[in-house]
């Protein structure tokens, strides 16, 4: 069983609170950036951000990531190792996106 918190707000204590440090990511949605987008993170690999549309997961990113905003345009994203084909694909929770920049050479 993982680490939790019996009782909470309602006071029931049938009731357990998943605090695990797992349980963050498993309601939020995992982006992984590569190459140049790393670099435009400064250094950053992985951000947690609110599950929503590609669109609002990518603007999640860069408020979190500024130096994101001019190489996301040239990046090709994954939805769970899928590539996404526009920002109105819906990102649930639990999910993870991988950001692509292109990639020189073969």
């Known amino acids: 069983t993982s680490p939790g918190v019996w009782g909470g707000r309602t006071g029931r204590q049938d009731v357990m ?3 695990s ?3 963050d990511m498993a309601r939020s ?3 992984n ?3 140049a987008a790393r670099t435009a993170a400064g250094g950053r690999e992985h951000l947690a ?3 929503g549309s590609l669109d609002d997961v990518l603007a999640a990113a860069t408020a979190q990531c500024p ?3 001019p190489v996301l345009p040239r ?3 994954l939805i769970d190792g899928v590539v996404a084909h526009g ?3 819906q990102v649930a929770a639990g999910s993870r996106v991988d950001v692509l920049p292109p990639f020189a050479g073969g």
Do not use: K, Q, R
């Open 17 to 19: 609170y998943d605090t």
């Open 21 to 23: 440090p797992m349980s």
């Open 29 to 31: 949605v995992e982006v």
């Open 75 to 77: 990046c090709s994203t």
């Open 87 to 89: 920002g109105g694909v």
């Open 49 to 51: 951000v609110a599950p």
């Open 33 to 35: 950036l590569f190459a």
């Open 67 to 69: 130096g994101l905003g």
